[in-house]
Structure formats: structure tokens, C-alpha cells
């Protein structure tokens, strides 16, 4: 019988005859001795997958559920209307779906052409920074830029710490 068995009925024992202070130490040792269980890696990967392939498929059923759902409201909409207005409306239905496809259609569009406009921009944006900075004597400007302005913020830095008012330097402050 393993060590943590022998615990087990310590504190069993210790249970059944009332001695409440002993059955609490008894029952510390008892689940101190229980073998830790770990995971394995492959249980972890598959869990991992599992559940990512639920979040994937209940993703998928809540799309396929939706445009079921405006599928079954569109037809009942139509049928409903065609009734109402007693089998005559057939033109209304037909250009009153050819309006909204066209509509929908036309937002799209006009979406995509916005978002092709925005990335041209930003293109265009990224080959001019791209350019100047790519020239040699534009980065030897750069470089030269920064060298002076980091010894500018050394020499305030020493500036600042040679002010009266100012006991107690601290670190760089950005």
C-alpha cells in the first residue's frame, strides 16, 4: 500500500473515533503525500487544438445561423407582402430585392475603393520616407542630427544639475 493510503486511513480512523485535531493533521498529511498530476505536453497540444477547432465551428454555425435566419425573414417578409397584396406585386418584390442587392453592392464598392485610396496613400507615404532616408547624404544628415541633439541633452542634463535649485539630479527625464 503506497504512503499516502496509510494516511488516508489515519485520518479515517482519527475521523471515526472524534478526535478532530489529529483527523486535521491526519488529512494535511494525507493529501500532502497524494502524486502531483501534470499534464503532458500531447494532451496539452490536443486540448489546445480541440479547443480551438469548437471556437472555429461554433464561429461558423453562429454565421450559417444568421443568414438562415435573414434568409427565412426575407422569404416570409416576401411571401407575406406577395399575400397582402394579393398576387399582383410581383414587380414590387423584384425591383424592391434588385434595389437592396444594388445598394449593398454599391456599399461594397465604394468601400473597397476607400480602402484601396487609404493604402495608396500610406504607400506612397512609406516610398518618400523610404527615399530620403535611404540617400547617403541624407543619413549622414540624420546621423549628424542625432549625434547633435544627444549632446544637447547632455549638456542640459549637466545644466540642470549644476542649478541651485535643482538638489538632487535625477535620470534622464523623457
Same mark, same amino acid.
Given at each position: 500500500?503506497?504512503?499516502?493510503?496509510?494516511?488516508?486511513?489515519?485520518?479515517?480512523?482519527?475521523?471515526?473515533?472524534?478526535?478532530?485535531?489529529?483527523?486535521?493533521?491526519?488529512?494535511?498529511?494525507?493529501?500532502?503525500?497524494?502524486?502531483?498530476?501534470?499534464?503532458?505536453?500531447?494532451?496539452?497540444?490536443?486540448?489546445?487544438?480541440?479547443?480551438?477547432?469548437?471556437?472555429?465551428?461554433?464561429?461558423?454555425?453562429?454565421?450559417?445561423?444568421?443568414?438562415?435566419?435573414?434568409?427565412?425573414?426575407?422569404?416570409?417578409?416576401?411571401?407575406?407582402?406577395?399575400?397582402?397584396?394579393?398576387?399582383?406585386?410581383?414587380?414590387?418584390?423584384?425591383?424592391?430585392?434588385?434595389?437592396?442587392? +444594388? $445598394?449593398?453592392?454599391?456599399?461594397?464598392?465604394? @468601400?473597397?475603393? !476607400? &480602402?484601396?485610396?487609404?493604402? *495608396? #496613400?500610406? /504607400?506612397?507615404?512609406?516610398?518618400?520616407?523610404? +527615399? $530620403?532616408?535611404?540617400?547617403?547624404?541624407?543619413? @549622414?544628415?540624420? !546621423? &549628424?542630427?542625432?549625434?547633435? *541633439? #544627444?549632446? /544637447?541633452?547632455?549638456?542640459?542634463?549637466?545644466?540642470?544639475?549644476?542649478?541651485?535649485?535643482?538638489?538632487?539630479?535625477?535620470?534622464?527625464?523623457?
Amino acid at each position: 500500500m503506497g504512503r499516502w493510503r496509510t494516511h488516508v486511513e489515519t485520518w479515517l480512523l482519527a475521523e471515526q473515533d472524534g478526535r478532530d485535531e489529529a483527523a486535521e493533521a491526519a488529512f494535511d498529511r494525507a493529501f500532502a503525500a497524494f502524486p502531483s498530476v501534470a499534464p503532458s505536453p500531447a494532451f496539452v497540444a490536443r486540448t489546445v487544438e480541440a479547443a480551438w477547432a469548437a471556437r472555429v465551428r461554433r464561429r461558423r454555425l453562429t454565421v450559417l445561423a444568421t443568414a438562415a435566419a435573414a434568409g427565412l425573414v426575407l422569404a416570409t417578409s416576401a411571401v407575406v407582402l406577395y399575400a397582402a397584396l394579393d398576387g399582383g406585386t410581383t414587380w414590387f418584390i423584384l425591383t424592391t430585392a434588385a434595389s437592396l442587392t +444594388s $445598394a449593398a453592392v454599391i456599399g461594397v464598392l465604394s @468601400a473597397g475603393v !476607400t &480602402a484601396a485610396g487609404w493604402w *495608396a #496613400a500610406g /504607400a506612397d507615404a512609406a516610398l518618400t520616407i523610404v +527615399s $530620403a532616408i535611404g540617400r547617403p547624404y541624407s543619413l @549622414a544628415a540624420l !546621423t &549628424a542630427i542625432e549625434v547633435v *541633439a #544627444a549632446i /544637447a541633452f547632455v549638456m542640459l542634463h549637466r545644466l540642470l544639475r549644476s542649478d541651485i535649485e535643482v538638489r538632487t539630479p535625477r535620470a534622464y527625464c523623457f
